[in-house]
């Protein structure tokens, strides 16, 4: 350690003051990567590599939440020098990092070791020359760009770009950044910073010592300040989170699945859903967190991805109504029904921005929980402040409690009142009474003044150009690394000389002071919209610099690569030039100049042309979206962005006028460009697939104009959305696919299997939805937009049968439609394709293919009225089948009966006389009663009713004529035949228990069968079975129907149960009280009201509360 931290002279004088300047190097290095920046946790002190410090920096990953470059972690060795013979020159240089006495050398750890960085830190200059290439200002930085050919020389392997040098660190200069750190950053009193240094440096003392624990950890250091009344801005705010008055909600509601967060700026919004997403996490450690989903595309493409949660911040917009906003519209609607256990959506939004976005607000009632500053009363608000004094030193706090009911008066939101506490941790001014203090940070801290608080700190400073560079790399995407910042920096720097002066950190650490920046981990992002609008106000100022530093930025970003990788930096300019592009259209401030140098927009160009063709599926609209913006005329492949993309409107045919608005020359140069075919390939896969614009059947002919064989990429297309409820594209999309009938069988296939899988049992996710609409367990809003929008998950598999079906018969005839693997599946649309047909027009041969497809589908009643129309009697045979197979949709039975009664009935009588054989007397009343109710020719039914009613028993004759008008008397045998009367159709057994109603006689086996198989499409059976249960008061029966599903049978039941007995009425308000249906809860209104006393008075609360929403 002596001899890394020795002083170039002799003595032990000159050794301990290297090891004096060595700990406070690792104070200054500990502070910033540590606490400021954040990118390390722990710094190791004398390591086993007997270096005096390293760091194991984290990688910032970057993603569609932060700007600039995926930065790879590294271990970052540091060396300390303090040096008294000149100028380090590079053969002094290249001695010190090739010495291995006691360690392995620098340069051969470089070799042997990628993801090394070596920094040294000096208190000497560098030598004119090639040295300087080396030099840096900042831990974390490094040289740009690849070192001059002489220092190749010394690094031979090329590893260069990974050594650094900190010169002219004085140790005056190293003494005043820890006091600028500890004095400004974190708040510490002036009159403990000295104290406070010195217990950082006797605390790295002790750990360089051997035998010492020397790993310094960030919760250590932290120990270490907060004993000396530090104030820490940079870091999570979660430690700190207080839960508002209404947090049990927002948990319960996104437990549920999806929760929509709305707000007034500052009202702890982010903080909230943060924390929620940590709940989340807790209760299910293999939930996936996405929170760069930057459009719908992205949460499509990943809904399968289960279990996942996307956190969704702010995606209409985050200080202005985005222009793609309009789009989350459609995808939230159709996305937010399906949140369950393992798909969950935490989503923000401000009030002002979602006011803007027409009727969504009330579409998403569901899930809409508002947080404003009312969600904090004074519990939360006494919980917010008592939080916060705590880190302010004592005689400050001492006066904060003193005035604590005029700031708590008037502070709202958590904002404001985190701002008051970073405006009393800075001190009262020279001779400030307490009072005028706290008047004065109170203003400081209302919203109003941030505007107008960061444009004078940002001038006053003289930090406009750094504004600017913090303005460009933010408005890139919301949030921005701070090594990234520190990456561009340099060459911004020296691109513009005006920037020489005033410090880009210093201003970001003071912003983040202010609570105008927040920083939760290595990354910085607004505080809030207004932060922004200041920085623009200080831009305005003085536009030519600012114009200046946007322009070196992009080169900057795009240098940024030839250190980092081969496209991030590209990528970061391309989201500033696009992102600038929109906030000067929108804002119309032509004062705002932001544009690339030639150099740099060919390099964008390049990246953009390359991107298009090679960047993963999973970002490629994004791409392509920045290549319609961001690229220029000179590409043609960002010209084709722009034509696929174009829009002045959401309406297609305001599209499709733009796109046929260009020249044939136009078309030739796009054509001709090398990637063209690929770019359209991806975009219908791609983007087709996920775009939320609607675009028509005939882009498909405008797409011919390039030349370009897209039917493969159609395909592919439509098998990845066949699965897909409404999709926008889906109609351009079929129809590109389908062009080819011969190559859609695979297109064909797949939607088939959609729709076999739907039929499955338990099939219908959306069966608990559509039963909670028919109970009236939503308010009357919400309902509505539920009734509205088709859920169906089966649309697009729909859709591709019903183009490809007539397509194929029409091409190759039925009998290929008849092989083909769509033939049952698509029976629908083959009947919807005959049904127009003359008797002429159908064979009898495809009748009875048709015949045998639909046997036993939904479909089957629908063929009957097709047999009727084209009746031929190769039918009676295979009908008189389905007769007695009995298996068929609602309707389907009786259907057949009336078909075959009318053209032949000599079928019906030997079925008749088969079941009365078999002792099936319900199949020969079924019979019976199918006659009457479908058969509508008055003489041919009365004489085949006459014919079937010979051929009888007594009782069967005496029940069919009676349900003919329901009104005959029972007589004989009847009144117990009928008890036991049941079938599958349901509406037979309705008519049956009317029949025992009206005769006195309960049919117990029709009332069952009717609450126990009941169908949502055909509520009307089981309304009758309970009301017949009522009037035979079987309370076995209806203690059943209080608990079933459908609201209508519990309100009967119920109502006949509170008649019983005083406890039963008990038993039924505590049930109706906790109801979700509005339709039970209304219909017993007045009972529970009229009933309810003082220690009933929690079933009237929970009424209250029942706002019939779920």
């Not at 900042?138 to 690849?146: D, I, L, S």
């Not at 440096?201 to 051997?210: I, K, N, V, Y």
């Amino acid at each position: 350690m002596a001899e890394q931290g020795r002083k170039d002279g002799t003595g032990g004088g000159a050794t301990t003051e290297g090891l004096i300047y060595q700990a406070a190097v690792v104070v200054w290095a500990a502070l910033e990567l540590m606490l400021v920046r954040r990118s390390a946790f722990e710094i190791d002190i004398e390591p086993p590599s007997h270096e005096d410090a390293e760091a194991e920096l984290e990688p910032n990953e970057a993603n569609g939440a932060s700007t600039g470059a995926a930065l790879p972690g590294y271990r970052l060795v540091i060396q300390v020098k303090l040096r008294n013979t000149g100028p380090w020159s590079v053969a002094a240089f290249k001695g010190l990092i090739d010495n291995g006495v006691r360690r392995m050398a620098a340069s051969e750890r470089l070799k042997a070791q990628p993801d090394v960085r070596f920094l040294l830190v000096t208190s000497a200059d560098l030598a004119a020359g090639h040295m300087q290439d080396l030099k840096v200002s900042e831990f974390g930085e490094f040289p740009p760009q690849a070192p001059s050919a002489k220092m190749l020389e010394t690094f031979a392997d090329g590893h260069g770009s990974r050594v650094a040098v900190l010169n002219v660190a004085t140790e005056w200069v190293v003494e005043q950044k820890i006091k600028n750190l500890l004095e400004d950053v974190f708040k510490v009193p002036h009159d403990q910073a000295e104290a406070c240094r010195k217990a950082l440096q006797d605390e790295a003392f002790r750990r360089s010592r051997p035998g010492a624990n020397s790993l310094w950890r960030r919760d250590d250091l932290q120990a270490v300040l907060k004993a000396h009344e530090a104030y820490f801005s940079i870091g999570p705010d979660l430690d700190d989170f207080v839960e508002p008055d209404n947090w049990d909600a927002l948990v319960a509601q996104a437990k549920t699945g999806a929760i929509v967060i709305t707000g007034q700026s500052g009202s702890g919004k982010t903080l909230s859903a943060l924390k929620l997403c940590e709940e989340l996490r807790k209760s299910n450690k293999a939930l996936k967190v996405k929170d760069d989903a930057k459009e719908p595309g992205d949460v499509n493409r990943h809904l399968n991805d289960r279990p996942i949660l996307f956190y969704l911040e702010d995606p209409w917009g985050r200080y202005l109504r985005s222009p793609e906003s309009l789009l989350w519209n459609e995808e939230l609607q159709r996305v937010l029904p399906r949140a369950r256990g393992d798909l969950f959506f935490v989503i923000t939004s401000r009030d002002d921005i979602l006011s803007q976005m027409g009727d969504i607000r009330s579409k998403l009632t569901q899930w809409t929980i508002a947080l404003n500053a009312e969600e904090y009363g004074p519990k939360a608000r006494d919980r917010l402040f008592e939080t916060r004094l705590k880190r302010l030193k004592a005689p400050i706090a001492l006066m904060a409690v003193g005035e604590k009911r005029e700031a708590l008066r008037s502070l709202e939101t958590p904002l404001e009142i985190e701002r008051y506490f970073v405006q009393l941790a800075l001190g009262p001014k020279e001779k400030e009474s307490d009072r005028s203090f706290v008047a004065r940070a109170i203003h400081s801290a209302h919203h109003t003044t941030f505007e107008d608080e960061v444009s004078d700190t940002v001038v006053s400073r003289g930090d406009v150009g750094w504004a600017a560079l913090l303005w460009g790399a933010l408005k890139a995407s919301p949030i921005i690394e701070r090594q990234t910042l520190t990456m561009i920096r340099r060459p911004v720097q020296s691109a513009v000389p005006r920037l020489q002066a005033g410090s880009l950190e210093n201003m970001v650490n003071m912003l983040i002071v202010g609570r105008s920046l927040k920083q939760p981990g290595t990354a910085v992002s607004y505080a809030h919209p207004r932060v922004e609008a200041g920085l623009e106000k200080a831009m305005d100022m003085e536009p030519e610099l600012s114009g200046d530093v946007l322009e070196a930025t992009i080169d900057a970003l795009v240098a940024l690569d030839r250190s980092v990788d081969e496209t991030s930096g590209h990528r970061s300019a391309a989201a500033l030039l696009a992102a600038s592009a929109k906030e000067r259209d929108s804002k119309q401030r032509p004062q705002s100049r932001t544009n690339a140098s030639p150099a740099s927009q060919n390099a964008i160009d390049a990246y953009l042309e390359t991107a298009l063709l090679c960047d993963p599926d999973d970002i490629f609209n994004e791409t392509l979206r920045l290549a319609a913006v961001a690229g220029s005329n000179r590409s043609a492949l960002c010209e084709l962005a722009r034509w696929l993309l174009a829009r002045n409107s959401e309406r297609w045919w305001h599209i499709i006028g733009r796109m046929e608005a260009r020249e044939d020359v136009w078309f030739d140069r796009v054509r001709q460009a090398p990637g063209t075919a690929a770019a359209l390939d991806r975009f219908v896969r791609l983007t087709l697939t996920s775009e939320q614009r609607e675009y028509p059947r005939s882009l498909v002919q405008l797409l011919d104009r390039f030349h370009v064989d897209l039917g493969d990429a159609f395909r592919r297309a439509a098998i990845e959305v066949v699965r897909a409820g409404r999709e926008s594209c889906a109609e351009v999309i079929i129809a590109g696919a389908l062009r080819d009938i011969d190559a859609a069988t695979s297109v064909a296939a797949a939607a088939a299997d959609v729709i076999l899988k739907m039929r499955e049992p338990g099939a219908d996710a959306d069966s608990g939805r559509k039963l909670s609409l028919a109970n009236g367990d939503y308010d009357e809003e919400y309902a509505e937009h539920l009734y509205g929008y088709d859920y169906d998950e089966g649309y697009v598999a729909r859709e591709i049968l019903d183009a490809y079906v007539p397509a194929l018969r029409r091409s190759q005839g039925w009998r290929a439609l008849d092989t083909s693997a769509v033939a049952s599946t698509g029976v629908d649309r083959w009947l919807k394709t005959l049904e127009p047909l003359n008797h002429r027009g159908i064979s009898t041969a495809e009748l009875l293919a048709v015949q045998r497809h639909a046997a036993g589908s939904a479909d089957e009643s629908r063929f009957a009225s097709l047999a009727a129309k084209t009746w031929r009697p190769a039918l009676a045979k295979p009908l008189r089948r389905r007769l007695c197979d009995d298996d068929g949709g609602p309707g389907a039975w009786a259907a057949i009966a009336a078909v075959l009664a009318e053209h032949a009935p000599g079928v019906l009588l030997d079925l008749q006389a088969d079941c009365l054989a078999g002792g099936e007397s319900a199949q020969v009343l079924r019979l019976h009663w199918a006659i009457i109710h479908r058969v509508t020719a008055a003489p041919a039914r009365a004489l085949l009713l006459r014919r079937l009613r010979e051929r009888a028993s007594a009782a069967v004759r005496n029940l069919s004529r009676a349900l003919v008008d329901l009104k005959t008397p029972l007589v004989g045998d009847a009144p117990a035949a009928l008890a036991r009367l049941v079938s599958h159709d349901l509406d037979f057994n309705a008519d049956i228990i009317r029949l025992g109603m009206a005769a006195w006689t309960p049919a117990m086996g029709a009332i069952e069968a009717c609450l126990r198989d009941w169908d949502l499409s055909n509520t009307t059976p089981a309304e009758i079975a309970v009301t017949a249960a009522v009037l035979a008061q079987d309370w076995t029966v209806l203690e059943q129907a209080k608990q079933h599903p459908l609201a209508v049978v519990r309100t009967i039941a119920l109502e006949a149960w509170a008649g019983r007995s005083a406890d039963a009425l008990e038993e039924v308000l505590d049930q109706v009280s906790k109801e979700t249906s509005s339709k039970v809860l209304r219909a017993h209104l007045r009972r529970l009201t009229e009933n309810a006393s003082l220690h009933q008075l929690d079933r009237l609360l929970l009424v209250a509360a029942n706002t019939w929403s779920k």
